[in-house]
């Protein structure tokens, strides 16, 4: 059977700051749901990872469907309504547009979108993150889909020897999607010389070439691209499937273990390790850590399973103290280098008329026999 699966991912608003979403925001959501998309979803579910809400969907009318989307729009407005009533901080806040019009894309919320044939057993991990960017998927797809290090699979499974096509977005670029496609294992040093910049180039989508199916779809929107200031960040979903033509699901998940910098925590603006933590996951900690969780699913027919935790098991407990360990190591030195992302990274924040008015202030120094300090002292 041919369906799509959508994810559509939005932070509306949540209880004592960047923390969480309130249970009334999250019915209210639901509810909405439930009453418009009757007719148009085959099945749903609805997830929430630190303050960002995530609605999976499962249909038969392909990616980029302006009534699915629509529904998915409308479903974020009531639960923005919920968390005005509430008084929750940043209610509506990735609702960058005064209306819908046709397909989210570009209006605030993420947007993952897989349509696929199903296979006879159809299990796949639904990734979302919190207080980070698209980026920080590049370094676990790439080691999932292109490292014989990370996935010997790619050694021992004929289905994985053929490789995998990356697509890849340059996300700084604002008119139009430019994208490039790159085959593991072949462009391995161009794919790894475009991902080790996470904030400029994003994969969107993964593909067997043994079989030309598509194994991954990934969220791309830079909302400062979209809003023109800073407006929180941009935290990803993905959908990922798993098994047989694809990455074993353990394969998925070992690079999460690395704890690696990403983009994100405080104001958006701080290299900070993504920790993998449970399903319903706030944020606490510098207004992070940057998290991800993940929830596994079968689907056949478009019916959903229930969701698995795959963040959930003990192995992670002690993952978890690790990256606790490397957080606080990076928030030990402030603001200093590598603790705070790069100027061009900033540039939607305050700290650009900080340095405008300094940029005034400065001066070359005509003679190399000025001393400013005595001068100015006599
Ligand atoms: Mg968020």
Redesign the pocket.
């Known amino acids: 059977m041919d369906i799509t699966l959508s994810v559509l991912k939005a932070?509306i608003g949540?209880i004592g700051g960047?923390i969480q979403p309130s249970e009334a925001v999250i019915a209210g959501v639901s509810k909405a749901l439930e009453r418009d998309g009757a007719d148009l979803l085959t099945d749903s579910h609805i997830g929430w990872?630190?303050?960002?809400i995530a609605l999976l969907m499962t249909h038969p009318h392909g990616t980029g469907d302006a009534r699915i989307h629509e529904l998915a729009w409308n479903a974020f407005l009531a639960g923005t309504e919920e968390a005005r009533k509430q008084g929750l901080y940043g209610a509506g806040?990735?609702l960058l547009a005064d209306a819908f019009s046709g397909n989210v894309r570009g209006m605030g919320p993420g947007v993952a979108e897989l349509s696929i044939r199903e296979r006879a057993a159809e299990p796949f991990v639904l990734f979302a993150a919190?207080?980070t960017d698209p980026g920080a998927f590049n370094f676990p797809l790439y080691a999932a889909f292109a490292d014989p290090m990370n996935t010997p699979g790619l050694l021992l499974s004929p289905a994985l020897t053929a490789g995998f096509r990356f697509v890849i977005m340059d996300v700084s670029h604002t008119g139009g999607d430019r994208v490039i496609e790159l085959d593991a294992p072949e462009d391995l040093y161009r794919i790894a010389a475009l991902l080790r910049d996470p904030e400029r180039y994003v994969v969107e989508s993964v593909w067997s070439r043994h079989a030309g199916e598509q194994a991954v779809a990934a969220s791309t929107s830079r909302l400062h691209n979209i809003a023109g200031k800073y407006t929180?960040?941009d935290?990803p979903a993905m959908l990922v499937r798993v098994q047989k033509d694809f990455p074993a699901t353990g394969e998925i998940l070992a690079p999460y273990a690395h704890g690696h910098f990403v983009g994100g925590g405080m104001r958006g603006s701080h290299n900070m390790p993504l920790m993998p933590v449970p399903r319903m996951s706030g944020?606490s900690y510098f207004d992070g850590p940057p998290i991800v969780t993940g929830t596994a699913f079968c689907v056949q027919e478009g019916k959903l399973t229930e969701p698995v935790d795959v963040f959930a098991h003990p192995f992670w407990h002690r993952i978890r103290e690790r990256i606790t360990e490397k957080a606080v190591d990076m928030r030990r030195q402030g603001f200093f280098g590598a603790a705070m992302l790069p100027m061009d990274e900033l540039e939607y924040t305050g700290i650009t008329s900080l340095l405008d008015d300094l940029d005034t202030e400065f001066h070359v120094r005509e003679a190399a026999a000025e001393t400013p300090s005595a001068s100015r002292a006599s």
């Open positions: 932070d949540s960047h990872t630190g303050d960002d806040q990735d919190d207080k929180g960040k935290d944020t």
